[in-house]
């Protein structure tokens, strides 16, 4: 590169090329920050426009504390390369670079990743980012002798932040409450957007390392009814992916896509709440005691979860996964990784559908004979390639996106490929309720399904999912949550599913998952909390005359004699 210029490579001294740096990444890879600016400042464009400047003050001081000789280029390299890969995903899918969006990046699997990569990105990259980087290379940097040129950078630094706090404090009174109420504007500022989430990820991931998983619930033992039940109780929760509640026919969808589930006598929560908009923050939040108000990954993996006090209560707990893994949840029990398995009946191109998972729990079920939680973590409706979460055969909305560059589709072919996932989970959550039924002479079972979180499909312009909460729309955060009983666990547990099904329209969130999930499995321990319990608190195990009333209450005969 350097021999193609030869002697007539450009001159700049680090000033003029932190200006010209800062130019590029403020003006050609910032389009999603001043679409929002023009709609913030609408009719104050002298506004948006003194920030601006503010900001390209802001990064060519940045930029000039990294202007030694020896880092200066690959400095501005780098921050090229992710401004521009940064700005595909804001572009492409309005998504947000913060760091649990870096926690996602960092957490996924190569053929999750490798969904993104496509040709438009390659080709996007190759524009926006090498040859932008080539042509930094290229420059020759002019320096002054060492000494003055510390002054000279110093002195430029110095002036950039004098002028652009001048220039915020004037303006303070409009910037403090755009700041304040519009995050989601600031935070597509590029590349400082994307740099602050890493370096806030990487302060929480040091944080995080080498934590040690404190006991939890030590006084955890079966309840009475647990301890009296005459067949043992098998539990499978299901952890959707990526489904949401706006999406699901059981709760008014348009379309049909919940067929199956609705010839099943189930309880369907309508109005049901993420604790994250990304598996990382809400399925550890999911089967952690803490509430979303408190809860973070540090405290989630200081403390063990559900899995460890049902194990210790007595139960078989396994986990099985056909995602991303278990982000630590299953760490001290039992657990099993199919997403990547080579049975070409359910895994095509690398990975595997959900319905690996039903076909494995075919064989499982025959031989349990003990108190079981199953926990299946699905696949689902994760996107951008919904069109491989589901066999071809299931691709009954059409027609359907088949590629993962949401740019060659329409939205309605974008909607009917998710539709087509929700359709398949659908399936697989019920030929799983019908397996536990197959199986009512031996086992007492449950099953419930609650999905992590949302999915935008591009309404406001956003794709995908993991919008920082305080932004994200319903359609990221509402959630389906599903509940079946066979009448053996119904009976043997005295639950009273009538109460149950009066809470179905009720506000839930994942707070609730928790305890509830402990006080269907009547586990007894002073860490449950009964306010957070949709099930155990419609169960009767200690009063004998009201035991005797709820099972008047579910014998035909007895209604009878009344």
Not at 137 to 157: C, D, E, G, Y
Not at 219 to 244: C, M, N, Q, W, Y
Not at 332 to 339: E, G, I, T
């Amino acid at each position: 590169m350097l021999r193609f210029f030869g002697q007539n490579r450009p001159s700049l001294t680090p000033a003029k090329l932190s200006l010209v740096v800062s130019l590029y990444l403020l003006v050609v890879l910032n389009s999603a920050f001043w679409a929002r600016g023009a709609e913030v400042f609408s009719g104050h464009g002298g506004q948006l426009s003194l920030l601006a400047i503010a900001l390209l003050l802001a990064h060519i001081a940045g930029l000039l504390l990294f202007s030694n000789k020896y880092i200066f280029k690959p400095v501005l390299m780098s921050l090229i390369v992710v401004a521009a890969s940064a700005a595909y995903f804001v572009d492409e899918f309005g998504v947000i670079i913060d760091h649990d969006m870096i926690r996602n990046t960092i957490t996924t699997t190569v053929n999750e990743a490798r969904h993104l990569l496509t040709a438009d990105f390659l080709l996007h990259i190759v524009i926006y980012a090498l040859l932008p980087s080539l042509a930094v290379m290229a420059v020759l940097v002019k320096r002054a002798p060492f000494r003055k040129q510390m002054v000279r950078t110093s002195a430029n630094i110095a002036v950039c932040l004098l002028v652009g706090t001048a220039i915020l404090y004037v303006n303070y009174p409009s910037y403090s409450s755009v700041f304040r109420e519009r995050q989601d504007f600031m935070g597509v500022v590029n590349p400082a957007a994307p740099v602050a989430g890493a370096i806030k990820y990487i302060r929480r991931a040091m944080r995080e390392t080498n934590v040690v998983a404190a006991p939890y619930g030590t006084d955890a033992s079966p309840g009475a009814a647990l301890r009296a039940a005459e067949k043992p109780l098998f539990v499978v929760l299901i952890v959707g992916e990526t489904a949401r509640a706006q999406n699901f026919g059981l709760n008014g969808y348009a379309r049909n896509t919940t067929p199956q589930l609705a010839r099943h006598d189930v309880i369907n929560f309508t109005d049901t709440s993420s604790c994250g908009t990304a598996t990382a923050v809400s399925m550890p939040c999911m089967f952690s005691h803490f509430t979303r108000a408190n809860f973070s990954n540090r405290k989630a993996k200081a403390s063990e979860n559900l899995l460890d006090i049902a194990q210790r209560a007595g139960f078989q707990v396994e986990w099985w996964d056909n995602n991303t893994g278990h982000k630590g949840i299953a760490k001290r029990v039992a657990n099993q990784k199919f997403s990547s398995g080579t049975d070409p009946n359910f895994c095509r191109e690398g990975e595997c559908d959900d319905g690996i998972l039903t076909d494995k729990l075919r064989t499982f079920i025959e031989k349990a004979n003990s108190n079981t939680l199953l926990v299946l973590h699905q696949i689902g409706s994760h996107g951008p390639t919904y069109y491989l979460r589901y066999p071809e055969e299931m691709e009954v909305f059409a027609p359907a996106c088949r590629t993962a560059q949401f740019a060659d589709c329409s939205q309605e072919e974008i909607v009917a490929a998710y539709d087509n996932t929700i359709l398949y989970t659908d399936k697989n959550v019920s030929d799983i309720i019908d397996l536990a039924a197959q199986n009512n002479d031996r086992l007492a079972s449950a099953v419930i399904y609650m999905s992590d979180h949302g999915e935008s499909l591009g309404e406001s312009g956003l794709y995908l999912h993991g919008a920082p909460y305080f932004i994200a729309p319903d359609v990221q955060t509402k959630v389906p949550f599903v509940a079946w009983f066979s009448d053996q666990f119904s009976d043997q547990m005295h639950l009273n599913t009538d109460c149950v099904r009066a809470k179905q329209d009720d506000p839930v969130t994942h707070d609730a998952l928790f305890h509830s999930m402990l006080g269907l499995m009547d586990i007894e321990t002073s860490v449950h909390n009964s306010a957070l319990d949709l099930f155990g608190s419609c169960a009767v195990h200690d009063d004998p005359q009201m035991v005797m009333s709820h099972d008047l209450q579910l014998d035909p005969a007895s209604k009878a004699l009344q």
